[in-house]
Structures are given as C-alpha cells and as structure tokens.
C-alpha cells in the first residue's frame, strides 16, 4: 500500500494521467469509491465491516451477513458455502459490500510445502516466494482472498511450538523471506491484485516468539532495543513490500498486550512505517484483553483495541456488541471507525471483491495439486534438507543397494508429513518416506519396513521386528522424530528429546552395527545429543509437506546435494535454551579455562548445531578473504570477498555467509549479525570469488540515546559456511 502512496505522488507531481498510466486512476477511483461508500454507510454497517466471523453455516450469522453486520469470515474452504455467504452479502444486503474470505494458508493450501522452518532452511528467497505464489493461486482458485501469512514472528526458543511457522532465529532472513511472501502471495504491490493473488498477512504482530519458557501465550519481556532490532524488522520488511494487512499477538510486551498497543499499532506501524493497510486482531486477542486484566468488560476491551489500532476483530464481538453504542455516548468518534473501515474497503477493492466477488466453482479443480505445484514442493522438500552428519559417508546410498531397513513411526505416516498448519492438505496426496525410497530404489532392492515404536507412548514390542528388519537389510535408515501436533499453536514441549520411545529404539537396532541413518521429521530444533554421539549419518527433513517423501528420496540416492542450513539454533540440551547465535559477548564469556565465566557445569556452553549449519556430500574450502578498504567512512562501501572451492567429487550448492562484529559500541552489540548470504552452485573442483558490499547504513544499531545510528570503531568480519567455522578479517569504520 504504501507503494501506492509514493506511485500516487509520482504520478501527480508529473500532473499528467496518461492511458498506460490508468491503474493509478483505479487507485484515485479506489479512494474515492471507498468515501462514496462510506457516506452511504450506517454506524451499524461500517461496525459490520470491523467484525469477521468463524462461523459459516448458522442462521443466525446469515442474517447478520443480510443485515451487513458482517465483513469477513475465516476458515471457510467450502467454495459453495462460500459463494453462499457471499450472495447474500452482495445481493440482499443494503449496500452489498462484498465479504472478504480469510484463511490460514501458512506453507501450502492443497499443495503442502514444508514447514516455514524448513523453508528458511533453504536460504532460498526466490523459492519461498514461488512457494507462496503457487498457496496464493491454489488459495485464491478456492476462494480465499486473504491468507493469515507470512508469520514472521523471531523464534530463539525451540520449546515453543510455533518455531515450525516462522523463519527461525535471525531478522536479516526471517525480514528477506518476508519479503518474499509478501511479493509471492500479493504480487509486486501496484496497488491491484491480479487473479491468482490474495493479501497477505504479516503475523502476529509484534514479539509473540518471546514467550517465557516457550510455553505459548506467556508473557513477553521485550526491551525497546531489542524489539526494534530483533523482533519488529521483518514486519517493516513486510509493510515495505506492500503487505495488506497486519495481524496483532496474543501476547503482551512488557505488560502492555499487543492487541493495545497504541505504540505499536499506530505510532510505529503507521506514524514510522506508514503502514496503510488493515489490522486484524489474532482470534479472541481482542476480548483476551479482559483476562490480561486490562479491560473490565468487552465494552472496554473494544474501546481499547480500537483506539490502538485494530480495525477488525476476529471471531469475539467486542465491537460489534458495543462500538455503536460507544460512538452514541461520545465515548468514541465515528471519525475512528471510518478510518478502520476505509482501511477495510480499501483492501477489498484491491483485490478486486466489488468487481468480481464469487469465486467459481469449476476452477479448483484445475488448480489444486497442479503437477507443476506437486514438482514445486519437491523441490523446496529438497532444498529444506539439513544434513547434520554424514562421518561415513553413508549417504547418498548407491541405487544398486540390495536391501534397505526403513524403521520408525515417521517412515509412513502421511498427517506428520504436512505439519502444523497444513492448510486443506490431505493425507491422501502426501508422498510417505516409505513411498519415496519405494519408488527411488531399484526394483531389485529390498525394503524391509517396521514402524518399530509409535511416536509417543511407551510401547516397545516392534523393537525386536526392528532389529530383525535391520539385521537382514544393508542399511537402515529410521524417520523418527515430532508428530505434526507436536508443534504449532498451543504445542509448546517442556523437553526437546524425541517423544516416546524412539531413542531407544534407535540404540536397539545400532547394536546389530549396521550402518544407520536417522531422518529427523520434526517441526522444531531437538536437543539429539545422544544421536550427534552414536550415529554416524543424521538428516533433517523438517515436516516436509505433499512431496516430502519423492524430496528426501531425491537426498537420500543422491539425486539432490543437500544445501540446507538450519537457521534455528539447534541445542545440547533443553536447558540451554534460549540459545541463539547474535548473543551478547558479557563481561565473562564462556571459556575452557576460566571457571568462573558464563557456561554450565553439566553442558558444555556451545549449541549441538550452530545457525546457518549443514553439510553437504561435497566439501567447501573457504580461502583468501580479503576486505577492501580496511577503513571507510560512512558514505564509503566495502567490499568483502573470499574464494570458495568445491573440493569434492560432485557438484553441489554452498551457502556463503557474512557476518559481522561491532567490536565496541555505545551499547553491547551481539557477537556476530548475519548480514548477507549468497547459495552458490559449484561443480566439483570449481572455485569461485564470492563478494559482498557492505555500508554504514547496514551497521546501525538503536545506540545508548536509542537513534539508530552507525558508530565508528572497528567491525570484525567473518565469512563461513556456518555462524562458527569462518575465516575472519576486520575493518574501520570512520566519522
Ligand atoms: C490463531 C492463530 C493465528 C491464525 C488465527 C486464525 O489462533 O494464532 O495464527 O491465523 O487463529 O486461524
């Protein structure tokens, strides 16, 4: 939207509208069809439009839609239903405001992608954002016009559920591949969009991943700094690549719940960011203001909400109970209503609901699970694949293989492999572990499969079928790992071992001393040291969608090089947590030989698996970093370069990082920020020069004054292949 604005003052500064220029006259028609509207409106119809409802099919909500006391509906993926609703909304209210239609299309509608998590894993912004064109058209063909995603929330604690539904722990990414879904499921922002787009929604707005112990929901203690420069990033990212709408948090910061928050919703969000689209409180988080214990009653709670900026209230009816009533004692203007409801009908001119607000019923079926959508989710099932170790180089397994064990709750369960928020994916379609290798391996081979244990529960009576199937097999793989409701919303595990008896499966049949790869199914970081320990070869799948099982086949037979990299801290133990890697250094970081530092006398301080961390079935030599001019000014860029080498027999792509160190300033800064990436394809014995250009403006920080400033001083700089292992020079930034 705010791309709108600056066209919009483009174009008339050059005061002319010329034919190809039409689409801002639909913009200048937009506004002004929205304030025609508005003065037709009654109180009661412009509350209506402020109220989205989740339910779809009682009378009673049919005549609120009659009487345009309703504005949006979620969940609805019944397209005649909800052409119904909307018929009745267009054709027998007063106005016939069409019904905007919202749904949590997070990674995949029909066609499931991985887990958010998983696709961050990709380092792949470009794919991301294919993968959220292909949910919005699938979403869209449907007749959704509005996804709740992307949820750009910063996780650093692996306890919490929804870590499956975000991008991890780091703000550069987490802000690029917002980007990328907002682009992906809207289009490049002009304002309008096409056919096959829906708007996006930047979620849950701001600081929910903070939760204390990770248990969902709980409190937030967020510091201005550390909001502003680890949590509230990706959401202006977000806003500047032209999101529609915003969604508010369940949680509160600092004693203040999101969903109240002038500061945010309306001194940030629209006075810094200008943010010109509608915001939508989470479901109930509007009413939940009264168990916060900021509000008496709903009356309170609405009034609250809306003056701090939430313009439509999902699910509860604070608003449409008591805004009118409000409005008629003076206890609020009218005036805040409108510029709720103008933000509303905005978005849905946009997109197009006035001119065309049925979806058609024929058209799914063309659409959904197309095969290029299915080839789609291969590939990014590919690109997620972390390998954690591979000591013996077990994988890729050759094609001729005579006999593979597949052991584990995981290796064939469809529901696991979509994950949490899975859209309208249904099992049917998923491609199973066991279906991948069934159809990647040679006729000749021998898949011996044993589910062994299920994923929770104490049950151990197919261990021994499990060692039979491995001792009779010459490799064994075992998909282990979280069932998909395991994590998500209101999943929050207090420990991060393997659920059930899987562990000790896993021990049972390493002692025949077959060699053994275990495939990590799971929607969040585990603290696997046992299993880092005593197998030799480990690869995470993440939750991996429709085609998880063909993606991970395509790894395990060496059809696809591994390149994921995980960008959520992996830990030893769940003690540790929260772990992450842009950490602050403290007046006693942790060392070997001093006692009395900041580590653990049951741990060692380090996580299992650093960020940005994975392998490949090559290897990468980094060499000759050079960073030119060693000192600049704030006006001057530098130029950091390191050579890369693929030292391997095969091709493979390599992730190439830069961080950077802020050695003193007037604030503790974090002992490296990841500030820019760049996946490589490298055939074997290939080297190539990969480069990076920083500036000042890349170096700011909130300083002691809280300015976002650079500050001279000198900035270490390391370039690897993960957070750890760099190769690090350093340079001067000047006044
Ligand atoms: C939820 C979630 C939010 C989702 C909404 C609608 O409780 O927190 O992410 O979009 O409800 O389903």
Redesign the pocket.
């Known amino acids: 939207m705010k791309i709108r604005i600056k066209l919009l003052s483009f174009l008339l500064s050059l005061s002319i509208l010329s034919a190809a220029q039409n689409v801002f006259a639909v913009g200048l028609t937009t506004e002004k069809k929205v304030e025609e509207l508005l003065q037709k409106m009654t109180l009661e119809e412009k509350i209506g439009q402020m109220y989205q409802s989740?339910d779809g099919g009682q009378d009673s909500i049919l005549k609120l839609v009659q009487k345009g006391n309703v504005g949006s509906f979620?969940?609805i993926t019944d397209i005649i239903l909800r052409n119904k609703l909307q018929k009745i909304a267009v054709e027998k209210s007063r106005l016939g405001i069409p019904l905007i239609f919202?749904?949590?299309t997070?990674h995949g509608y029909k066609t499931v992608f991985p887990i958010p998590l998983g696709q961050a894993a990709s380092w792949n912004p470009k794919l991301a954002e294919k993968v959220a064109a292909v949910s919005a058209k699938e979403s869209r063909s449907d007749g959704i016009d509005w996804v709740?995603?992307p949820?750009v929330d910063i996780a650093r604690d692996a306890r919490w559920g929804?870590i499956a539904?975000g991008f991890g722990e780091d703000t550069y990414l987490a802000s690029l591949m917002a980007q990328a879904k907002v682009r992906g499921l809207q289009g490049y922002g002009d304002g309008l969009f096409g056919p096959d787009k829906v708007a996006a929604?930047l979620?849950?707005y701001a600081g929910y991943g903070a939760a204390e112990g990770g248990r969902d929901y709980n409190t937030c203690e967020i510091s201005q700094r550390t909001l502003r420069e680890i949590y509230l990033p990706p959401f202006q990212a977000g806003v500047q690549a032209g999101a529609a709408t915003i969604?508010s948090?369940?949680n509160e910061i600092s004693g203040v719940p999101v969903t109240a928050s002038r500061f945010l919703l309306t001194d940030i969000l629209r006075g810094e960011w200008g943010f010109d689209g509608f915001v939508v409180s989470?479901?109930?988080s509007v009413r939940e203001l009264i168990p916060h214990g900021i509000a008496i009653d709903e009356t309170q709670a609405g009034k609250k909400a809306l003056l701090a900026g939430i313009d439509m209230e999902?699910?509860s009816r604070c608003y449409l109970n008591n805004l009118s009533r409000l409005v008629r004692q003076d206890k609020i203007s009218e005036k805040v209503i409108d510029q709720a409801v103008r933000r509303i009908l905005r978005i849905k001119f946009d997109i197009g609901l006035f001119d065309n607000p049925y979806a058609d019923p024929n058209k799914p079926s063309s659409v959904l699970l197309h095969k290029d959508h299915l080839e789609l989710a291969r590939e990014m099932a590919r690109q997620s694949v972390v390998l954690l170790k591979n000591t013996n180089g077990i994988l890729p397994v050759s094609k001729d293989i005579k006999s593979i064990a597949l052991i584990g709750p995981l290796a064939d369960s469809r529901e696991d492999m979509m994950g949490t928020?899975k859209g309208v994916g249904d099992a049917e379609d998923v491609v199973t572990i066991l279906e991948g290798i069934q159809d990647k391996a040679s006729a000749e081979c021998k898949i011996n499969y044993v589910k062994g244990c299920d994923v929770k529960g104490d049950l151990i009576d197919g261990f021994a079928q499990a060692v039979e199937a491995a001792k009779k097999s010459d490799v064994v793989i075992m998909a282990v790992g979280e069932s998909e409701k395991m994590s998500g919303?209101a999943h929050s595990r207090a420990s991060l071992d393997l659920p059930g008896v899987q562990r000790e499966l896993i021990e049972e049949v390493q002692k025949t001393g077959k060699p053994i790869v275990v495939l990590l199914l799971t929607g969040r970081p585990l603290a696997i040291t046992w299993i880092d320990k005593n197998i030799p070869t480990i690869l995470l799948g993440w939750h991996p969608g429709t085609q998880g099982g063909n993606g991970i086949a395509d790894v395990i037979f060496g059809d696809y090089n591994p390149s994921g990299k995980i960008t959520a801290t992996f830990p030893r133990n769940v003690g540790q947590v929260p772990i992450y890697y842009n950490c602050k250094n403290t007046g006693r970081p942790p060392s070997e030989s001093e006692y009395h530092t900041s580590r653990y006398i049951d741990s060692h301080w380090t996580p299992l698996y650093p960020f940005g961390y994975g392998l490949s079935y090559t290897t990468f030599h980094y060499s000759n970093l050079k960073v030119s001019p060693d000192k600049i000014s704030m006006e001057q860029p530098v130029t950091i370069s390191v050579d890369v080498k693929n030292a391997g027999k095969r091709a493979g792509e390599e992730i190439v990082q830069l961080y950077v160190r802020d050695v003193v300033g007037s604030v503790t800064r974090p002992v490296k920020e990841l500030k820019g990436f760049e996946k490589i394809l490298l055939k074997h014995g290939e080297k190539k020069t990969v480069s990076f250009t920083l500036t000042a403006e890349q170096l700011k920080f909130y300083n002691i004054d809280n300015q976002f400033v650079a500050e001279s001083g000198m900035f270490k700089v390391m370039v690897g292949k993960n957070s750890v292992d760099c190769l690090e020079s350093e340079f001067e930034l000047t006044k």
Do not use: P, V
Request: with cysteine.
């Open positions: 989740r979620l969940g919202g749904f949590d997070i709740f995603a949820m929804r539904e929604c979620k849950h969604m948090g369940f989470d479901y109930t999902m699910s928020w919303e």
